[in-house]
């Protein structure tokens, strides 16, 4: 199992890797908050940084699947697993 860090620039890498990964978690960081919803793998489980989310003003526009953490909760799903950066 892999964890994907994606932001907005490298989402067109890292996105397409994420969906051949049938275990992925991707983690919506900075401007990758703003990725549409239909782009994500639904294969994938998918948060999305509190801080980064309240500062750009898009809770509404994040997809029910979508979890959003704090930096503790990002600090603790980040140890479980091998992280793939696409930041």
């Known amino acids: 199992m892999a964890l994907y860090l994606i932001d907005l620039p490298f989402a067109k ?3 397409p890797l994420a969906a051949k990964d049938s ?11 703003f990725i ?3 782009l994500i793998p639904g294969n994938a ?3 999305a940084v509190k801080n980064d989310v309240e500062k750009r003003g898009v809770q509404s526009r994040l997809g029910d699947g979508v ?8 600090v603790d799903i980040i140890l479980e697993d ?4 696409f930041a």
């Open 82 to 85: 091998k992280v793939v950066n």
């Open 45 to 47: 489980k998918v948060y």
């Open 13 to 15: 890498v890292g996105l």
């Open 67 to 74: 979890e959003v953490v704090d930096y503790d909760k990002l």
């Open 36 to 38: 549409n919803k239909n």
């Open 23 to 33: 275990d992925a978690k991707i983690i919506l960081i900075q401007d990758g908050v």
